[in-house]
């Protein structure tokens, strides 16, 4: 499938997708909800990947969200209608390889859909984050849910009932803990590559283990998701061992920036 919305690419384990809609801020359309799903299936099933680093093209946006201009194709029943952001939704896609998202620019909307989901987001210093639906009269429901599991609930409804009024900086975004890091925008492609890589060298099925047993536990209560976590640790080392032996596993010190 050849790709018009976006890039995709595999090198040394890491997929890296780009959003490629710059003239239209990285706003999705129905084509770009049509390939994210080819792309989830692809990165689902091709064993070569091991992480993702998704980012977007241009200068101005990570993604100003749906594009409200062409809108989407809705069902005459109201019953039979989904929420377009599914196909967006790595998590939602049975997708445990671990996301790296690299925000710069304005993060709107629906470009929550793929930060709520992302298992590392980084921001150059450039980012703003804000979800303008109640400003146009529209209730903000699926963002803001996805973006109380990342964050706390006050900063939540800040966001979504200050509409357009407010835009959340990098440092404030990595404060209330929605970014684990912030750096200047020439450095933020870099970085991004950096952490994919990091992560991509770790045994598969550990890192995805890893990533499915959290994701999962958070529709459970902590005492289920800490008993079905043993199994988890069951099925990732079915004979009750690493992959890899621990002694040979190199000891390094990072700072966090």
């Known amino acids: 499938m050849a790709f018009t919305t976006v890039t995709y690419e595999v090198a040394d384990h890491v997929a890296t997708i780009t959003l490629n809609r710059p003239e239209a801020m990285n706003s999705f359309n129905?084509?770009?909800?049509?390939e994210f799903s080819e792309i989830w299936a692809r990165v689902r099933e091709d064993d070569d990947v091991h992480v993702v680093l998704l980012r977007a093209a241009g200068?101005?946006?990570?993604?100003?969200?749906?594009?409200?201009?062409?809108?989407?194709?809705?069902?005459?029943?109201?019953?039979?209608?989904?929420?377009?952001?599914d196909r967006l939704s790595p998590k939602l896609n049975r997708v445990w390889k671990?996301?790296?998202c690299c925000v710069h620019g304005i993060a709107a909307g629906g470009?929550?859909?793929?930060?709520?989901?992302s298992d590392i987001v980084i921001a150059s210093d450039d980012a703003t984050f804000f979800d303008p639906h109640v400003?146009?009269?529209?209730?903000?429901a699926l963002e803001p849910i996805g973006l109380a599991r990342r964050i706390p609930v006050g900063e939540v409804m800040r966001i979504a009932?200050?509409?357009?009024?407010?835009?959340?900086?990098?440092?404030?975004?990595h404060e209330?803990?929605?970014v684990s890091e912030v750096l200047p925008r020439e450095e933020l492609w870099a970085r991004g590559e950096e952490l994919a890589r990091i992560i991509a060298a770790k045994p598969p099925a550990a890192v995805q283990g890893t990533v499915r047993a959290v994701w999962e536990s958070l529709d459970s209560t902590r005492t289920e998701a800490l008993?079905?976590?043993?199994?988890?640790?069951?099925?990732?080392?079915?004979?009750?061992?690493?992959?890899?032996?621990?002694?040979?596993?190199?000891?390094?010190?990072?700072?966090l920036r």
């Open 98 to 100: 671990p996301v790296v």
């Open 161 to 173: 009932l200050l509409g357009l009024d407010e835009r959340m900086s990098a440092r404030r975004a």
């Open 59 to 85: 200068d101005r946006a990570f993604s100003s969200g749906a594009d409200v201009k062409q809108g989407f194709e809705r069902p005459d029943n109201v019953w039979s209608e989904e929420d377009p952001g």
């Open 227 to 255: 008993r079905s976590g043993m199994l988890y640790t069951h099925i990732g080392n079915p004979i009750g061992t690493a992959q890899v032996d621990r002694s040979a596993v190199p000891t390094r010190k990072w700072t």
């Open 135 to 140: 400003s146009y009269g529209l209730t903000a």
């Open 176 to 178: 209330i803990g929605l």
């Open 111 to 117: 470009a929550f859909y793929w930060i709520n989901e």
């Open 30 to 34: 129905e084509a770009m909800l049509d």
